[in-house]
């Protein structure tokens, strides 16, 4: 079993950062893939980015590739997002997830273990 919390949402405008942190608890945090997704209000969940389980390799949405750095410390149970550029989106989640297993994946249904979730908030 593991357990994720998301922190570092928050307002920002347009063209800043913003570091997300997910602390997962649970003796498999090194060896599993982790991942980060988003939802905007009435829209579905979608793939962020993905990270395995020693730091390589990392995989990108189109849409965030070459402003988002996904990156862990197995040492300290913690997943990063860190997010530059951000663009003038409104109100969207960004959730934590982690995989059962050591390959990476993109799509929801590969991931066992979710967040509750932070908000993050980007003004034009």
């Known amino acids: 079993q593991v357990q994720l919390v998301e922190s570092g949402g928050g307002l920002v405008q347009a063209g800043g950062s913003l570091r997300l942190s997910c602390v997962a608890s649970?003796?498999?945090?090194?060896?599993?893939?982790m991942g980060w997704f988003r939802q905007a209000p009435g829209k579905e969940r979608e793939f962020v980015a993905t990270?395995?389980?020693?730091?390589?390799?990392?995989y990108y949405a189109d849409s965030v590739k070459g402003r988002f750095t996904v990156s862990r410390d197995n040492a300290k149970n913690t997943l990063y997002l860190q997010m530059n550029s951000l663009k003038p989106e409104g109100t969207t989640v960004y959730y934590c997830?982690?995989?059962?297993?050591?390959?990476?994946?993109?799509?929801?249904?590969?991931?066992?273990?979710w967040g509750q979730g932070t908000q993050v908030t980007v003004s034009s």
């Open positions: 997830a982690s995989r059962a297993g050591s390959l990476v994946r993109f799509t929801r249904s590969n991931y066992e273990y």
């Open positions: 649970g003796r498999t945090f090194s060896s599993n893939a």
């Open positions: 990270i395995g389980w020693s730091g390589m390799p990392t």
